[in-house]
């Protein structure tokens, strides 16, 4: 069989994506990683809660469309509500919370191909009701697959965050993430180290499961900067686990870190 296709009229260009401009939000900053488990959403709520500390009007958004970790780490139960035709977010800890986790069962898989993922993300930024803010912080899934390029696209965030561990496995990916920001032109703000050094609670003996000043060389070697370094800490988990911001020294490095982002954005 022999197929010809033509065609009788020039293809219509394809539209460049739009720039999303969301009235009342002043500036977007993403927390990505190259893979999952590094801590990526414990950094993007503890972020949130220390910009909060700094007196920033602070919105959160989870975006790991397939893992939602926020409704967990904010203690946020049930579905979104939803009021003129706006989903409501949830007041945490003085952030304002939303996530694809309160709009879904908890017991079902979400099976969603990337256009729908996207588009996702995109009304869950722009049908939403977070009324005026200074920064709305969006955690988003791991990988730099369709969602990573949708925002880099269409909401043009004034910054990235990328997170790992120390070891080789992750810092791999996290150069991949690093090198896909750049490609798409949004500013990679820096690097965080997470899960580094292990203090144990009994003999105060330190060691590093995952290794120990990986990411920080890494970044030196992408030229971005190193942001900080957050340890392996039972405390950070249990934080995590009991829906509370992390105190003593782990959040005394997120006040440092918030305070970078809010000069390097221009908060
Ligand atoms: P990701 O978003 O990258 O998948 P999470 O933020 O969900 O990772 O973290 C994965 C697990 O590791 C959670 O149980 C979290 O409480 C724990 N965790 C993250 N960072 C630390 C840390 N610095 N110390 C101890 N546990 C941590």
Redesign the pocket.
Known sequence: ARIILTADRAATPTAAPKASTVPGIRKLVAVA?GK???????VAANLAFALARAGQTVGLLDA?IY?P?VPTLLGIEGRARVENDKLQPEVRHGIKALSMGMMTDPNKAIVWRGPMASSALVQMVEQCDWGALDVLVIDLP?GTGDVQLTLALILKPDGALI?STPQDLALIDARRAVAMFGEVNVRVLGVVE??AGYCCPNCGHVSDPFGHGGAEKEAEAMGVPFLGR????MA??TA??TAQPVSGEPAAIFDEIARGVIVTVGL
Request: glycine share 18%.
């Open positions: 990683s999952g488990g590094v801590g990526k959403s414990t790991d893992g970790s791991p997170v997470n899960m957050i340890p392996l800490q950070v988990r995590s686990e």
